[in-house]
């Protein structure tokens, strides 16, 4: 495998790729430029899929759901969509599911009971429903809070709490489903604004911050009296987040068009990719082969792929391809 790939379909018809998931052996994504979702199969093959409807607008996040099917937030329509990745014609399969206007959904998620839940910016609240139901829009449930603040970045969590970014406070947001109690965790002051979460092994919970530009994390047990930031001089504005498969985290660094490596367990970073196949990139997460992390390049149109492997935690240079499908 080579080190660093970079992807796009025949046309070149991506427009600002933006979320990015590893599920049922592919890697899919949303391009939000031009309302479409996509993937990338095996072999590099890049397809990108329409709405029949039109009602994608901005498609945002992107996760699968327990129904077999992946789901996708559509940020301009105020919409949730999902598409069947097993169909022949996935595009024929699109559906989407209206929310009130205004809802503004952005971050989508699925927890280990298999429940969907999305962050609604516009209207301050978190929303969860069941993907499974014959319509799943009768099961959806309504979380609402004052201290809930123009909600984006969500996360599910090991221990089944839901966590979010309060995009207009910087503030932290939390859930717990069993007992509908929702908190609000204020970061120190210098913590930065954050922006993408992962979690590690040991349950600890990582968020990338901008303004200064760092990695913040904590034991969710204890979030105020645990907060650690950690930050290197490179960073510039970090974005998407991932526990790769060699157990470091993978960041995502939008100005500096750069792919970085923090290993947790020594607190070493690694600049992993580099310009110019790594071109604005935004979204990370870990690939369906166990060996990789896929991100999105917003700026470069691309969908890219770096090994973990040896080779890449050493930061070498490599000679990069960029697959055309």
């Not at 839901?162 to 717990?176: E, M, Q, T």
């Not at 009296?225 to 950690?230: A, D, N, Q, T």
């Amino acid at each position: 495998m080579e080190r660093l790939r970079a992807f796009s379909p025949a046309d070149d018809a991506l427009h600002g790729p933006s979320g990015i998931i590893g599920t049922f052996g592919e890697v899919w994504f949303t391009s939000i430029a031009d309302h479409r979702v996509g993937r990338v199969r095996a072999g590099g093959f890049v397809q990108v899929f329409s709405d029949p409807g039109d009602l994608v607008r901005l498609p945002a996040n992107i996760f699968p759901g327990a129904d077999g099917r992946v789901w996708f937030t559509s940020l301009g329509s105020d919409r949730l969509g999902a598409i069947d990745p097993a169909a022949d014609d996935p595009s024929t399969t699109i559906v989407t599911y209206a929310l009130p206007e205004g809802s503004r959904p952005v971050a989508l998620k699925s927890a280990a009971d298999g429940l969907l839940w999305s962050s609604l910016r516009g209207a301050d609240a978190i929303v969860s429903l069941d993907p499974r139901a014959d319509d799943p829009l009768a099961t959806l449930q309504w979380f609402r809070s004052t201290s809930i603040d123009a909600p984006a970045a969500l996360f599910t969590a090991a221990d089944g709490r839901i966590w979010w970014v309060n995009s207009g406070s910087d503030a932290l947001g939390v859930l717990d489903p069993a007992t509908g109690e929702i908190r609000e965790l204020t970061l120190r002051s210098g913590s930065g604004a954050p922006r993408a979460w992962a979690e590690t092994a040991d349950g600890r919970l990582w968020l990338t911050a901008r303004s200064p530009a760092g990695l913040l994390s904590f034991d969710p047990s204890d979030p105020e009296g645990s907060l650690e930031r950690c930050e290197t001089a490179s960073l510039q504005e970090p974005d998407g987040v991932c526990l790769g498969p060699d157990g470091a985290l993978w960041i995502a660094d939008t100005a500096a068009n750069t792919i970085v490596r923090f290993d947790p367990a020594n607190g070493s970073w690694t600049t992993a990719g580099t310009a110019p196949q790594v071109d604005g990139p935004f979204d990370i997460k870990p690939g369906p082969d166990g060996a990789s992390v896929w991100f999105t390049n917003k700026t470069g149109n691309t969908i890219g792929r770096l090994s973990t492997g040896d080779e890449a935690r050493a930061g070498r240079d490599s000679v990069v391809d960029e697959d055309r499908g």
